[in-house]
């Protein structure tokens, strides 16, 4: 028997503890996205730029050719 009047038998029932197991996937998620969307927008200056450039050369080309 137990010292304490109040006491019924049962346990406490155990309450969730709030755990950050999933935050490193969740960021390191966030982070890859963010760096996919880096390399598509870098992706698309760098084709924008080189064929701009290659017009550019060959027109120059073409102008020296005459």
Known sequence: MQ????YT???KPR???RDDRGEGVISTAIA???IA???????AG???????A???TSEQVQMIGR
Do not use: C, H, Q, Y
């Not at 969307?37 to 992706?43: D, I, K, Q, S, T």
């Not at 084709?47 to 701009?52: A, G, R, Y």
């Open 46 to 52: 760098f084709n924008t730029i080189f064929n701009d």
């Open 37 to 43: 969307f880096l390399g598509v927008a870098m992706w």
């Open 32 to 34: 890859v996205l963010i």
């Open 9 to 11: 038998g049962r346990k």
């Open 3 to 6: 010292n304490s009047p109040t």
């Open 15 to 17: 309450r969730r503890l």
């Open 54 to 56: 290659a017009e550019t």
